[in-house]
Every structure is written in structure tokens, then in C-alpha cells.
């Protein structure tokens, strides 16, 4: 089983539509997540942190549910300018304060 | 302007060769990481350094080296023992090693082998 798993999609939605994401993590040592951005062939961008009580940021809302081990992203009224993928990401504590990746959910927003 | 570069932008390579991916940040960032990202899969960590004079193997350091010689400068080289070199490469930094940083990257740098 893989450490972060995504549905790679594609998402195809139509403008305006709202679309969720989930993302699931296998170790319950987790300490942070966070959902990055990253457009074709560039490098991935912070979108939001994922905080315990969830968070939002104008159109964009994540949540987490430790019971459950699973992170969401759900962007309403969805623009052609959030077409990208979305990677999910965890952070263990500890010494090597590591990263894992989820593999990217690839959003397409159609006019 | 602080950021971080990653030079050069593509890179061919024939199959026997070293090549040196350059990584520089002016951030004053304590810890620096090396990726490789491949289709269909996330990101996946090579080497990282939290301190000068200090680095760390991830979880696919064969076939890759780096040093720290500087706190500005992370260069990864690609040996000829790295079996499928052909990826692209992200360099990111975080203020500290800290489980709170957020990690920045860099435009990354696009190996390809001939």
C-alpha cells in the first residue's frame, strides 16, 4: 500500500462547478499535510496547509480527519485558472522531518 | 530578489556520463532537499542537507551524489551507476528542518539520456 494515495484522475469539470478531493495516508505518526499546486512541466507550489480543525482560503477548503487517516480539497466555483495537479502531502515528525507525495490528482476545468 | 535557482533549465546526457545539476538559494534557508519526479509518481527524495557540511541519503540516493559546502549552494551530480537518470529534478529548501516548514522549490531541471 502506498504511504499517500490520490485518485490520479483526470477531474473534467465544467466552469463554475465544485470539486473534492481525497487523499489517504497509511501512518497514523503523521504530523502535517498540506495540498501543493503544480501546472504542467513546472514545480509544485504551496496551496494550503491542512490544519486539525480544517481550514479555508477564499474558494478553496481542506480538511482532515485523523480517525479516518484522510485529507480533502474541495474548490468551489472552479476557474479555468485551477486547471493543474493537486498533490497531496504528509510530513512525519522526527528526525528527518520527511516528505511523502501522493502521486497528484490532475484537475481540468472546461469552459 | 531571493528565490531559488536550479540551472540549467534541460540537460541531455549520454548514457556514461556525469552531470552536475546546480541548486542556489539566497533565501538563508538552513536545509536543502534534492527530488525526482517521474510519470505516475510523486515525488521521491534523494538527498537532503540541514546543516553546511552535512547531507543525508533519501530514499533513492544510489547513483547520486551532493555536497554542502556552502549554505547557499545544494549540487546534486548524476553518476553513471544511476541506472534510469532520465526524470526532472526539483531542489527545495525549507527555513529550517522544522516539521512546520513549508518546502519551496525550485523550477526544476529536466534530465534526459540519449
Known amino acids: 500500500r502506498k504511504e499517500v494515495e490520490q485518485d490520479p484522475g483526470p477531474f473534467n469539470v465544467p466552469e463554475g462547478a465544485t470539486v473534492a478531493f481525497n487523499c489517504t495516508y497509511s501512518?497514523?505518526?503523521?504530523?502535517?499535510f498540506f495540498w501543493y499546486r503544480q501546472d504542467c512541466r513546472k514545480e509544485p507550489k504551496l496551496l494550503m496547509s491542512?490544519?486539525?480543525s480544517g481550514n479555508e482560503d477564499g474558494r478553496f477548503t481542506a480538511q482532515l480527519n485523523r480517525a479516518s487517516q484522510y485529507i480533502s480539497l474541495l474548490i468551489r466555483d472552479s476557474k479555468l485558472s485551477d486547471s493543474a495537479t493537486y498533490l497531496c502531502v504528509v510530513k512525519y515528525g522526527g528526525a528527518t522531518n520527511k516528505l511523502i507525495f501522493g502521486t497528484g490528482t490532475l484537475l481540468a476545468v472546461q469552459p | 530578489d531571493g528565490g531559488i535557482t536550479q540551472s540549467p533549465k534541460y540537460l541531455f546526457r549520454k548514457e556514461g556520463q556525469n552531470v552536475t545539476l546546480s541548486c542556489e538559494q539566497n533565501l538563508n534557508h538552513d536545509a536543502m532537499y534534492w527530488y525526482r519526479q517521474d510519470p505516475g509518481q510523486g515525488l521521491r527524495l534523494i538527498y537532503y542537507?540541514?546543516?553546511?557540511?552535512?547531507?543525508q541519503k533519501g530514499d533513492i540516493a544510489e547513483g547520486y551524489s551532493v555536497s554542502r559546502e556552502k549554505k547557499e549552494s545544494f549540487p546534486l551530480t548524476v553518476t553513471s551507476a544511476q541506472k534510469n537518470p532520465t526524470a526532472f529534478y526539483l531542489c527545495?529548501?525549507?527555513?529550517?528542518?522544522?516539521?512546520?516548514?513549508?518546502?519551496?522549490f525550485g523550477p526544476g531541471t529536466r534530465l534526459t539520456v540519449l
Open positions: 527545495a529548501t525549507t527555513p529550517t528542518g522544522g516539521y512546520t516548514d513549508t518546502q519551496y
Open positions: 491542512v490544519y486539525s
Open positions: 542537507s540541514q546543516i553546511v557540511n552535512d547531507f
Open positions: 501512518n497514523s505518526a503523521s504530523q502535517s
